[in-house]
């Protein structure tokens, strides 16, 4: 399973465009109450126009169709914080982005894409960054590396199961 906290979606979407992908199963992601994450879904062959972001196997986060976002089945909670990447559609990028995360967006989450063998599923696990940092010791000096490097090496190694 790959690990990845994303606070530099744009650096991390440029990265995902080269992608070849294939059927990645079981990514685990984590992200903090209040940050943005991007949920990742690149399939290699670019075609399809419909695409279904799921979580439960039913409840709507985000629909793509015919290449446009649609939100009109989407659960409320997500109105107005989920966001897809229409430009990259072409690349076969239809990933999304959850603004601001609530300690309930925590889920399995699944891209279905009509047709493709299975859907991509993302394990997103959410923590509260004030009880983390109540938890977790301070950093040595020099140890804290730049949100663009940890988003780099994370993509990295995401890539690795795309």
């Known amino acids: 399973m790959m690990k990845l906290v994303v606070s530099g979606v744009h650096a991390l979407m440029s990265l995902l465009l080269y992608v070849n992908s294939g059927i990645c199963q ?4 984590s992200g ?11 399939y290699k062959n670019p ?4 695409v279904f972001w799921r979580i439960n196997d039913a409840d709507a986060v985000l629909d793509i ?7 009109a089945t989407q659960i409320a909670k997500y109105r107005g ?16 982005v959850i603004k601001k995360l609530q300690l309930d967006d925590a ?27 109540k ?5 040595a000096d020099g140890a804290a590396a730049s949100n663009l ?14």
Not at 116 to 128: G, H
């Open 47 to 50: 075609v399809p126009v419909h």
């Open 135 to 139: 938890t977790m010791p301070p950093p």
């Open 81 to 96: 914080r989920v966001f897809s990447f229409p430009k990259e559609y072409s690349n076969g990028n239809f990933s999304i």
């Open 107 to 133: 889920n399995l989450y699944e891209c279905k894409i009509p047709n493709a063998n299975r859907p991509k599923t993302v394990k997103l696990l959410v923590s509260d960054q004030d009880k983390e940092r």
């Open 26 to 29: 079981d990514s685990v992601i």
């Open 32 to 42: 903090f109450v209040g940050e943005d994450i991007l949920l990742p879904c690149v």
């Open 65 to 71: 169709i015919n290449s446009n976002p649609s939100t």
């Open 149 to 162: 490097s940890v988003v780099l090496l994370s993509a990295v190694s995401l890539l690795i199961c795309f």
